[in-house]
């Protein structure tokens, strides 16, 4: 059963910081690309970075592009999102997803649960 649990989220001021996690489980996770994506309240999901199998490629929005850093520890399963200098238009709920692309949402059911991100002062 594939699993993906998302934990670092919180309530941070403008200019701050955060690092996101992301546990997978249940399936190879070496195999897969994986993505994060986020959904702020009312609108439609974001696509937000990208990272292949190994780590060598990695992806941003431009919204994002130069504050936000992907990675992976394939020894451990884990995704990551480190955030800086982050922006009230960055509040969202984030979630990580198994596989899609560069700008491409992967499909609902390849999501986690997802992990609320607050940025206000």
């Known amino acids: 059963q594939v699993q993906l649990v998302e934990s670092g989220g919180g309530l941070v001021q403008p200019g701050g910081s955060l690092r996101l996690s992301c546990a997978a489980s249940?399936?190879?996770?070496?195999?897969?690309?994986m993505s994060w994506v986020r959904q702020a309240p009312g609108k439609g999901p974001e696509w937000v970075s990208f990272?292949?199998?190994?780590?060598?490629?990695?992806r941003y929005a431009d919204s994002v592009k130069g504050r936000f850093t992907i990675s992976r520890d394939n020894a451990k399963n884990t995704l990551y999102l480190q955030m800086n200098s982050l922006k009230p238009e960055d509040t969202a709920l984030y979630y990580c997803?198994?596989?899609?692309?560069?700008?491409?949402?992967?499909?609902?059911?390849?999501w986690g649960r997802g992990t609320q991100v607050t940025v206000s002062s």
């Open positions: 997803a198994r596989g899609g692309g560069p700008s491409v949402v992967p499909v609902r059911g390849s």
């Open positions: 249940g399936f190879t996770f070496s195999s897969y690309s």
């Open positions: 990272i292949s199998t190994g780590g060598s490629i990695t």
